[in-house]
């Protein structure tokens, strides 16, 4: 029993000296917060990455437009034994130019070939436009993804650090609560040592004691995991994000400044998002019309010959055909289309129009979402006022009946499972006023969120 009495002694100890550390520990204000996670978060760094991939995109999207100059030369060593006929060459069949000769021939002869080739797909009715269009919206939807997880990642945030607050309120009740079980405890011995009080009260003193460090340990722990889950994002290690305590007073004190937040939907990331979604898709639809018009090409060749074999069909030395004999120029201007693209494009152009109306319904949807959200917080922040209008009473009151049913029991009026009840009506006291300035702070800064008004509510908790 006394090996279980210093545990719990060295137990309090250190709750108390971590106490005392965290209290020492400067806050890290929920600005200062944020200012480090839109620096220093993996998954913003990792999706500013991604706008640079799209950029690149683009800039390779430009060049399309590029024509083509193919350069080739070949020696070659072989026959040249013609019969008559046509034939598909289907790519694998060599050329062997000359007549058809009376006799088969195979006698082996030399040739050389040199081409510098031209193609330039000079127009195609508004299909390059098109395609830098798709890539610079694809450049602006990479960017509105960027923005949009900055405001995911914001309200992540947000939500995290209010939590800290409402943990380390629960922490400093449940260290209050202590104390008090201490003071009964203490009491209940000097009671049961006189012989006023039962040994029973002690052990059930001893009990609750244990159940409130108990409390208090888990509480702890919840606010680690929090502070950890925060330190992901941030940067910091977990022990240097302790919460600004008083932030949630300094909202609360200046409710009248809540109603002037107007809804900010023309710049909210959310919408941005879905909306660039859309007219990205919208573009790819006149892609889809264009990629498939006529195409004018400008094509030109030169090239030069060289052979063993001479104009009267004498096979000379293989040497001879080494060097180059003739010389060709051509130039034209030609038009391509193929009259299936017309089935071609009228499946994939409703495809296209299928998805750009899935982003459109996407758009409604979020719009929608956006409306009840704000809806919602608005509700919540009403209940958290008047919550807060009247848990000072209750506080005010349990904290009353907790002293005079203390006094009531040291004189032997009242018998410690009233005094216990007395005690849990205060704890719950306390904690029903840390949830309600927490509903308060959460229920404003969902609004702000929502609404797109960070800022605003943000410059509340400057000094």
């Not at 460090?213 to 606010?223: C, F, P, T, V």
């Not at 052979?307 to 010389?327: E, K, M, V, Y």
């Amino acid at each position: 029993m006394s090996g279980l009495k210093k545990a719990w002694c060295i137990l309090s100890l250190l709750l108390l000296t971590l106490t005392q550390l965290f209290a020492q520990q400067p806050p890290v204000t929920l600005p200062q917060l944020l200012h480090l996670v839109g620096q220093k978060s993996p998954a913003l760094l990792t999706d500013s990455a991604a706008v640079l991939i799209r950029q690149a995109e683009a800039t390779e999207i430009r060049s399309n437009r590029l024509p083509n100059l193919r350069l080739n030369y070949q020696a070659d060593i072989g026959t040249n034994n013609n019969v008559a006929g046509p034939y598909f060459g289907y790519g694998i069949v060599p050329s062997n130019s000359r007549g058809v000769r009376d006799q088969s021939n195979t006698t082996t002869a030399t040739v050389n070939l040199g081409i510098a080739a031209f193609d330039w797909e000079i127009y195609n009715f508004g299909a390059y436009g098109a395609q830098n269009k798709v890539a610079r919206s694809a450049i602006g939807v990479e960017e509105n993804q960027f923005a949009k997880s900055k405001y995911q990642l914001q309200s992540f945030t947000i939500g995290n650090y209010l939590q800290l607050l409402r943990l380390q309120d629960y922490l400093n009740i449940q260290s209050r609560n202590i104390r008090r079980n201490q003071e009964i405890n203490r009491s209940i011995r000097s009671l049961a040592i006189s012989g006023v009080r039962p040994g029973v009260d002690t052990s059930i003193a001893e009990a609750e004691l244990s159940k409130a460090r108990l409390n208090y340990i888990e509480l702890d722990n919840q606010l680690k995991q929090i502070q950890l889950q925060l330190a992901s994002v941030s940067g910091l290690t977990y022990q240097t994000i302790v919460p600004d305590t008083l932030a949630e007073q300094k909202l609360i004190s200046q409710t009248s400044v809540v109603p002037t937040l107007n809804t900010d939907t023309s710049t909210h990331p959310l919408i941005n998002y879905y909306r660039s979604v859309y007219k990205n898709n919208l573009l790819k639809e006149a892609l889809v019309k264009k990629q498939y018009n006529p195409k004018i090409m400008l094509e030109a060749a030169a090239w030069g010959r060289g052979s063993s074999i001479d104009a009267n069909d004498h096979f000379n030395s293989l040497g001879s055909g080494l060097d180059p004999q003739r010389g060709n120029y051509l130039v034209g201007l030609g038009i391509s289309y193929n009259l299936f693209d017309l089935r071609r494009r009228h499946l994939k152009l409703n495809t296209q129009k299928t998805i750009t109306n899935y982003a459109l319904k996407q758009l409604d949807e979020q719009k929608y979402l956006l409306a009840v959200s704000a809806s919602q917080a608005d509700v919540e922040m009403n209940t958290a006022r008047q919550r807060l209008q009247e848990i000072p009473n209750q506080l005010k009151a349990a904290n009353a009946g907790y002293r005079q049913n203390l006094s009531l029991y040291r004189n032997g009026l009242i018998n410690i499972i009233e005094l216990n009840a007395a005690l849990n009506i205060l704890y719950r006291a306390e904690t029903d006023y840390a949830e309600a300035k927490y509903a308060y702070a959460n229920a404003l800064f969902q609004k702000a969120i929502t609404d797109n008004r960070v800022g605003s509510v943000l410059n509340l908790l400057n000094p």
